[in-house]
């Protein structure tokens, strides 16, 4: 650790030197004749208040909202092509998100537990995994915050944080719209309108809908499976009674009606004789799907259906900000509600060998109060105080019944209460040197009541339980911080170094297991982040280059893997590995060579291995034994793309009158070997490339733009699992695409 630590501290002083020697070098905005055009400089409130991104000391990547649109980015998945270290996968190819920055992941197919990752809508958090999943739209940045992020957040993460910030109501009337058709008779729009009510009041109301993009099909019928039906609104009032007070209502509503994306057999299906096998499917666009009567009776969901989502979001927030001259003083006040009925076939087939159901309910209410220092000076402060409260109501339905004889029904009601206190100071010693300090306390309670799973042997009978309900409690109260010094060597140049600990909460396996095998929580997960990093800029910002280095050392990290029961053999559980460590950084550029020309390249690297777990569970070696016998993963790889690669260029064209920008980006998502899984469902890695073609009038409201996504038809996985042994199952990535887009603004 302290040869590569020693590696690191060079990297980043070499880099210092560098931006110091282009500061004496070339201070004007005219390079050999070429008149160069600065690059914009970019604002983010990831400290919470309104700074330059260059003088965060914090590893992130900012995307604008046109970034958003090129790319079609309009869920949080999709960040992962352009966002260095980071990944999203579906658990399953659900709507479960499992997300990992740096390396800092979670997979878990239920929806009780919390994310390693923190998502943020206007500073309002998304504890639910599964409320994250809806269209993000009207959007003014993203901010992705890598490493642990809790003396300045409501929540705690051991990952990072995602940031989304919406577009204000103006003070002026305004309005456009932007819309887009595609292959597989794909639609998105958005559309807004804003403007004032009277001298203190202005309002902001924006929708999006999209429909339609069905690619898959039945392998046997034919039938098609994947169109999206999807739309929501969010309205915005925002009153300045005086100077002094800003408030900001804020709701929104939302609802997915889309079928869900179908999965293809990467190896042949025959589990059940005499049932026929079914062929390994030889393209990714072939699916299938099927359930039982017995099925039909318990959830009510038709034998034939396909599968669906059927969900609604809908949430209200208050944010009041108060100047107090030296301080202002900001009360978030929040409520988020998500109804969740998805229905999946995680075997592919029209057999009834593995189906699954999700009936969930959460509400979220939460409640942030900070005060923060107003006034220039060495000294700035801010101090917070963050309540949550949360319930979570969930049935999870499997179909097993041509594979095992029974289906079966979990159900149970989680409770979650937490409290915290943060606190982060800063003081600059002089203009070059400045130290960063934080806290935060925080005590947390996750109650499960009524836990238990069921099971039906007969069409239309009751469900019969597998044990008696059970009921669950797990209480934390950690203290963690965070030290930092950073150094200006000049005015484009900084270098920083942190220490910092994050904590993910414990929780409950909670599925399909029985409530007397599940009583264990596992633990919460600690993170100490070590971390040096750079931010310059060179020729007059024209250049950009940001780097960091980090190590991370893992306590109780949070492992799906599996325990073994008496009565039931194997069945999947999440255990704490004790020791384990990740490492790596991430370089980002953005490059305007001359002003027509714009260029963005990143890359990340992360790669760590287990020092101390010796819980997981060898399940062909216990069921051979008919008793639990474990396998020490010592110096096994975590398992996670160890790379990532991003970039973009694109190029003005001066047309009388008009401006034509061809543009192109592209990503390289590494390959994934997961640990536990075995290397039949290893990820092979995968490039993507996706291009625009913009024209846009010099003096006009609108513009115009052909697109092609995945260009060169990529075939590659984002999901390779099983959910029952014999039934190896892959979620495909979406083929090529082109379309047209127009915007309007007015």
């Known amino acids: 650790m302290r040869k590569w630590l020693l590696g690191a501290s060079v990297f980043v002083l070499a880099f210092s030197g560098a931006a110091l020697a282009a500061e004496t070098e070339d201070d004007s905005s005219d390079l050999d004749g070429v008149k160069l055009a600065k690059l914009e400089t970019v604002t983010v409130t990831a400290q919470r208040r309104e700074e330059s991104a ?26 992962q092509y352009v966002v260095p270290s980071f990944e999203a996968v579906p658990a399953f190819g659900s709507g479960q998100p499992e997300f990992r920055l740096r390396g800092v992941g979670f997979d878990d197919y239920g929806s009780n537990n919390s994310s390693t990752v923190g998502v943020y809508l206007d500073e309002v958090a998304f504890p639910v995994p599964a409320s994250t999943q809806g269209l993000f739209f009207d959007i003014s940045r993203v901010e992705v915050l890598r490493g642990p992020q809790g003396t300045l957040y409501g929540r705690n993460t051991t990952g990072g944080a995602i940031n989304f910030v919406t577009n204000r109501p103006a003070d002026t009337f305004g309005a456009g719209a932007n819309v887009e058709y595609g292959s597989y008779n794909a639609f998105h729009g958005e559309a807004y309108l804003t403007g004032p009510i009277d001298d203190t009041l202005k309002f902001r109301l924006a929708a999006t809908t999209e429909q339609g993009g069905a690619w898959q099909k039945d392998r046997i019928s034919g039938e098609s499976l994947g169109d999206k039906d999807k739309a929501a609104v969010r309205g915005q009032l925002e009153w300045t009674p005086v100077p002094a007070v800003d408030v900001l209502l804020e709701g929104h509503w939302g609802y997915d009606k889309s079928e869900s994306n179908g999965l293809y057999l990467f190896t042949p299906l025959d589990i059940a004789p005499p049932l026929p096998a079914i062929p390994a499917d030889t393209t990714r666009s072939a699916t299938g799907w099927g359930g039982s009567t017995a099925f039909q009776g318990l959830t009510g969901i038709a034998s034939d259906a396909k599968p669906f989502h059927n969900s609604i979001n809908d949430g209200v927030s208050l944010n009041a900000k108060f100047d107090l001259g030296g301080a202002e003083l900001t009360s978030i006040t929040a409520y988020e509600h998500l109804r969740r009925r998805e229905y999946n076939d995680w075997d592919a087939s029209a057999y009834a060998y593995a189906g699954v159901y999700f009936d969930t309910g959460s509400n979220v209410f939460s409640q942030e109060v900070r005060l923060a220092s107003k006034d220039e000076g060495p000294f700035q402060w801010l101090v917070g105080v963050y309540y949550s409260n949360e319930t979570l109501n969930e049935g999870f339905y499997s179909d097993f019944w041509q594979s095992l004889g029974f289906d079966t029904r979990t159900s149970y009601n989680q409770f979650v209460n937490s409290i915290a206190g943060f606190a982060q100071v800063e003081y600059s010693f002089n203009d070059q040197w400045k130290i960063v300090g934080g ?93 040096l990093g750079f931010k310059t800029s060179f020729y007059d910002n024209t250049l950009q280059l940001n780097g960091s280095a980090f190590y991370y050392d893992y306590h109780n990290q949070q492992v799906q893997s599996a325990i073994w029961t008496t009565a039931y053999g194997a069945i999947g559980a999440i255990v704490n590995a004790r020791n384990s460590h990740i490492y790596g950084g991430e370089l980002e550029a953005q490059w305007r060579p001359v002003t027509e020309l714009f260029i963005t390249q990143s890359v990340g690297f992360k790669t760590g291995s287990f020092d101390n777990f010796n819980s997981d569970l060898d399940i062909a070696a216990s069921t051979a034994a008919n008793s639990a016998v474990y396998v020490n993963r010592k110096g096994a790889q975590v398992g996670f793309p160890k790379g990532s690669y991003q970039g973009s260029v694109a190029y003005d064209i001066g047309l009388n009158g008009f401006t034509l920008q061809p543009e192109i980006d592209y990503a390289f998502h590494d390959g994934r070997v997961p640990l536990l899984l075995g290397p039949t469902y290893n990820i092979h890695a995968y490039w993507l490339f996706n291009a625009n073609l913009t024209l846009t009038p010099d003096h006009g409201p609108w513009e115009v733009a052909l697109f092609g996504r995945n260009i060169f038809d990529q075939k590659y996985d984002v999901e390779r699992n099983f959910f029952l042994g014999g039934i190896n199952i892959a979620a495909p990535g979406t083929p090529a695409t082109i379309g047209v887009r127009l915007s309007l603004k007015y």
């Open 439 to 531: 806290l935060r306390g925080e005590g947390e309670t996750r109650k499960q009541k009524g836990y238990v799973t069921a099971g039906v042997y007969a069409p239309g009978t009751p469900p019969a339980d597998f044990s008696a309900p059970a009921d669950k409690t797990l209480d934390s109260t950690p203290l963690t911080g965070k030290v930092e010094l950073e150094y200006k060597p000049s005015e484009s140049a900084l270098l920083y170094a942190s220490i910092s600990e994050g904590v993910k909460s414990g929780g409950f396996t909670s599925y399909n297991v029985p409530s007397a095998s599940a009583s264990q929580a596992f633990k919460p997960e600690t993170l100490w982040a070590y971390e």
């Open 54 to 79: 260059q003088n965060v000391g914090i590893s992130l990547t900012v995307l604008s909202d046109k970034e958003l649109s090129d790319r079609g980015i309009n869920t949080v998945n999709q960040l």
